[in-house]
């Protein structure tokens, strides 16, 4: 046996990524873990770390529950003005099950939309040209994906498609990730707020659970904080009556002491998420009513929102 010889050949490039790859795998793994200062610091002062610099410094997602369908808006489609009327073909439907809502219907009838479309901006895209005139003017600066698609066909599972990119439950949401991916430049507000509006139509009104901001496999700090439209934006974040703030600052210490001796002793990371939130619940409280208030708004801001922004 020649060693030598058996030494060079093992030591192509073939040879490297098949015996190597828990080396690159290790290696990447520390590279998403963050830099060695975030571990040496304790648990209540770990901070929120990117993993590489942030180009955006906020992130504002609407979702619009029950809106307008794309077919009538962005999704332009002309082929079906010629199955207009026309029954669902098998090769379409595959054996497709059907749902409570569709269930009863003798017939499944293609139906196109009804609106005229037209090609706008320099880039070419094709919108709807009565419901969005003004949008339509701002279509080079809009990011359209039009390569989305889902096998999902009710509300529940497509709103979660939407959210997390799969209809299963338990996926991290688009929020989660912008805040394990972006960190937060303030230390007094959450990272991740969720704002759910007052419904305009009561009887077509969509669930929406709170599962939908979860932060699924990532860590718990990244959930989002749902505000409330009315009363309190959060409840219990005051002071019950009759307890000052440095009462409630000692109560937090010694509960944080607590939490953290636990966590010393488990090393469960939820334990340190609870440690986290006391320390934030206990900031907001002087900087969640101010962010809140929009009574001192200028008029022209309103101006831009509509009247209707008066009411949260």
């Known amino acids: 046996m020649n060693l030598p010889s058996d030494f060079l050949l093992n030591q ?9 790859r828990n ?66 073909p098998d090769s379409i439907r595959k054996g497709q099950r059907l749902t409570t809502m569709t269930s009863g219907q003798a017939r499944f009838p293609i139906a196109p939309s009804k609106f005229e479309f037209a090609q706008r901006g320099e880039c070419g895209m094709w919108m709807n ?35 997390t990119g799969n209809q299963v439950t338990g996926r991290p949401c688009l ?12 230390e007094n507000l959450p990272t991740f707020v969720v704002l759910v509006a007052t419904p305009t139509n009561r009887e077509q009104e969509q669930a929406i659970s709170a599962r939908l901001w979860s932060s699924g496999y990532l860590p ?5 904080v749902s505000f409330r439209s009315k009363g309190d934006p959060i409840l219990f974040i005051n002071n019950p009556p009759g307890v000052p703030g440095s009462i409630r600052r000692q109560s937090i210490e010694g509960i944080n002491a607590m939490n953290q001796l636990n966590y010393e002793a488990v090393g469960d990371p939820e334990t340190n998420v609870r440690i986290q939130q006391y320390e934030m619940a206990f900031r907001m409280q002087a900087s969640v009513p101010e962010l809140t208030d929009i009574s001192s708004e200028p008029d022209h801001i309103y101006k831009l929102y509509g009247e209707a922004a008066k009411t949260p």
């Not at 929120?48 to 369908?69: C, D, E, N, Q, W």
């Not at 039009?146 to 959210?163: D, F, G, K, V, W």
């Not at 929020?175 to 303030?186: D, F, I, R, V």
């Not at 718990?220 to 989002?224: F, I, K, S």
Request: glycine share 10%; hydrophobic share 40%.
């Open 220 to 224: 718990g700090e990244h959930a989002g």
């Open 12 to 20: 192509t490039r073939r040879h490297f990524f098949s015996r190597g």
């Open 129 to 163: 040209r009565d419901l969005l005139p003004h949008l339509g003017q701002r279509a080079d600066d809009i990011c359209w994906m039009r390569s989305l698609h889902t096998q999902a066909i009710n509300h529940e599972p497509a709103i979660a498609a939407m959210q």
């Open 23 to 88: 080396l690159l795998g290790t290696a990447a793994l520390a590279s998403l873990l963050g830099p060695r200062e975030v571990f040496s610091a304790s648990s209540g002062e770990r901070k929120l770390v990117t993993h590489f610099p942030a180009k955006a410094k906020r992130v504002i997602y609407l979702h619009m529950v029950g809106g307008p369908s794309q077919m009538d808006l962005f999704d332009y489609k002309p082929e079906m003005l010629k199955w207009f009327d026309k029954d669902l």
């Open 175 to 186: 929020g989660a990730w912008a805040s394990y991916g972006l960190g937060s430049m303030n």
